[in-house]
């Protein structure tokens, strides 16, 4: 069965759109040091979610895709993915896996990143949430 239409446009919009969230999350949000993991984790993560006011999902993830593009080639990232919640279309995910936390610190002082969070901030519906995981591996991050 062939995806709908505009399906790959849409997803290209999620993906912005998780992006901007959790870099308007890490903006906002001050985090308390992870505890140590028994396991020795080499990579910092960070998982958050956001809420676009009605019909502004689209937009949002818009905007989260440019922060993606800005953030794309910072030091110590290694994974940033945008996602739409496939039953609301207005609530948006962002996964990220960094080096370290002071590379992820560093992305949000790119240029540009901040006047993002300015225009992703009006439309957003309350604030994002999000979790700070210690990354023990996997696919990818050999």
Sequence with gaps: ????AGYFENMKLVQITFALMVLIFSATHS??????????????????KMK???????????ILLQASKL?????GLHLYIVSVDAADH?????????????????????PGVKELISQAMP????KPEG????????????
């Design 90 to 110: 207005d609530m948006i995910h962002v996964a990220e896996v960094w080096d370290s936390k002071t590379d992820h610190d560093n992305s949000l002082q790119l």
């Design 1 to 4: 069965m062939a995806p709908e």
């Design 71 to 75: 953030v794309s080639t910072a030091k």
């Design 31 to 48: 985090y308390s040091q992870p505890q140590q993991s028994v396991m020795n984790s080499s990579k910092y993560g960070l998982t958050g």
């Design 131 to 142: 979790t700070i995981l210690d990354v023990l591996g996997g696919k990818g991050l050999e």
């Design 52 to 62: 676009a006011k009605p019909g502004k999902g689209n937009e949002l993830a818009a």
């Design 123 to 126: 439309i957003m519906e309350g």
